[in-house]
């Protein structure tokens, strides 16, 4: 990474604005998961233990650009409290004068939580003013929010401009150092597997592992395009019938780049999402009133087998409708596999890390990344706005 860490920075007696990825379900007032808290604590503790003092800001849901009740993070600082077993202070807005009045009067190890930036417009506008507020708060701006990082916001981007310094914090840069591992140093043989419903979404994915994978393994919903392109039935599937000629145009291309694109052998179909009745055929023998909705046990066996040969795998996606029990079988069964390979591996956020999680064996991963968004567009080969404007090192 040769962006400024959070570890190269003297800290003491240093206003520290840490941007976090606080977005966590809250149910009647109480967090049901913790995970993302939890995830920042490393670089939270760095600051408190080397003499700053912390400002963090964070957004949580999609209030609209207006204060909503149920929005607040209130609740977060009460659990951040509790798991670092000391008082993080909360203020009711994040910039205003009452908020300047708490920022200057913490002492070395305080923290203090902002309000949800969301309740400003300004701050998805990424508005220069707003970013200039948020920033007159600070000696030094940390972003340790990479699910955050591919949005230009004033609190992940605009910042930058008005602070002298601006650096990761430990979890955006083992985000950032894991994914850059998958695109430029990774170990053949490279097999990654992209599921979900829509080619449209995961293109430039498929395009950028073109040029650096040996394999690509499809599944979810995505695969009956490429069937449809190749002339062969798909039943009720779904079928994104504007992007046929662009999944054969894939097709060609990684045959012309000698890279294996696989598609499912046998597959789970029932009438509909709603069904409860199901029953396993060859994709070639999809009945017509009938839509794929998981990959069937021998595509499980061949993507297994390819697996288990890699020495370097990134997933994004699901392989089926993984949200019904009864329809996970087959993305269950490829997360053990990547578990039980002894691959360099990457989970690219979103649906795949849900399901790697409730399979139980996120332990046997290398890299559960924590944004969906940002690490599909990272691992496209695009540049993100939360990343670019660090300070590069040997500049602070």
């Known amino acids: ?120 417009a300004e701050e998805e506008k990424n508005d220069p003013a707003f970013a200039k507020e948020l920033a007159s708060l600070c000696d ?114 990684a045959a012309q780049k000698k890279v294996d694109l696989e598609l499912p052998v046998d597959h789970v179909v029932g009438r509909s999402l709603d069904s409860t009745e199901f029953q396993t055929v060859p994709i070639s023998a999809t009945p017509a009133d009938m839509m794929g909705l998981d990959i069937g046990p021998e595509t499980v066996k061949r993507y297994s087998a390819l697996i288990r040969s890699a020495k370097t795998i990134v997933w994004n996606g699901p392989m089926g409708v993984f949200e019904n029990p009864k329809l996970a079988v087959g993305t269950f069964a490829i997360a053990k596999a990547v578990a039980e390979s002894s691959a360099f591996s990457i989970i690219g956020g979103g649906d795949s890390a849900a399901a790697v999680i409730q399979a139980g064996v996120e332990s046997r991963i290398t890299h559960i990344s924590t944004g969906g968004g940002a690490s599909l567009e990272f691992l496209s080969g695009q540049q993100l706005p939360g990343v670019e404007v660090l300070t590069d090192k040997g500049k602070a």
């Open 140 to 253: 030094i701006y940390v972003n340790d929010a990479f699910g955050t990082a591919h949005r230009a916001h004033a609190s992940t981007a605009g910042i930058a401009k008005y602070v002298k310094l601006a650096a990761a914090g430990f979890l955006m840069q083992k985000e950032i150092e894991s994914l850059s591992h998958a695109l430029t140093k990774a170990e053949k043989p490279y097999v990654s597997i992209v599921g979900g419903a829509k080619i449209s979404d995961k293109i430039e994915l498929i395009d950028n592992f073109m040029n650096i994978a040996n394999t690509i393994l499809i599944g979810g919903a995505m695969a009956y395009t490429f069937f449809r392109a190749k002339g062969v039935p798909t039943g009720k599937s779904l079928v994104e019938e504007d992007k046929i000629d662009l999944a054969r145009e894939l097709m060609n291309k």
């Open 1 to 120: 990474m040769n962006k400024l860490s959070i570890s190269d920075l003297d800290l003491t007696g240093k206003c520290v604005f840490m941007r976090v990825d606080f977005n966590v379900p809250i149910s009647d007032g109480k967090i049901t998961d913790d995970t993302r808290i939890k995830a920042s604590l490393p670089s939270i503790k760095y600051v408190i233990e080397n003499g700053g003092m912390l400002i963090l800001a964070s957004h949580l849901g999609r209030p609209k650009g207006k204060p909503e009740p149920k929005y607040t993070l209130k609740p977060v600082a009460a659990r951040l409290s509790e798991l670092l077993g000391k008082t993080v202070q909360f203020a009711n807005d994040c910039i205003g004068p009452e908020v300047q009045k708490s920022a200057s009067s913490l002492k070395n190890g305080d923290v203090l939580l902002l309000e949800n930036l969301r309740f400003h």
